[in-house]
């Protein structure tokens, strides 16, 4: 087996890469192959387990991707949510269900029906990136 250190959260002053992503899923699995594929495609991946653990892998920086699991439990509904705490970067909604949510009314905000393969979570990213206003 090979361990690839492409995961893991962020310590208070580390610097960010440019090609950040962070991904918000309860999900361990699935959280550890989505940062695994995001490395490969030469992401830095920033995983988060639940909101709190969010909030801070979020704090003090702006990734270029918020990959969030519209499952998780989080104070708001998640679409409310990124545009709070996510409102400059480019959000894939990972949803069960794609009735499950409202229309998303940002650009840069694309819902990923579960399951997925790899060329449709890049499609999506992709996506996202490409519909992003110019962050400062």
Partial sequence: MIALDVAHRP???EPRM???????????????????????????????ADEYSALDALAGSIPVLLLLDAGIELSSDP??????????????????????????HRSDVIVLELPFGHKSLLAAIAEARAASPERP
């Fill in 18 to 48: 440019a090609d950040d992503v962070v991904i918000v899923c309860a999900d361990e699995p699935l959280r550890d192959v989505l940062a695994i594929a995001l490395g490969i495609e030469h992401y830095r991946a920033w995983t988060a």
């Fill in 79 to 104: 679409i409310s949510w990124a545009d709070r705490y996510a409102p400059q970067t480019s959000t894939v909604l990972l949803v069960e269900r794609l009735s499950y949510l409202p229309e998303p």
């Fill in 11 to 13: 310590s208070c002053g």
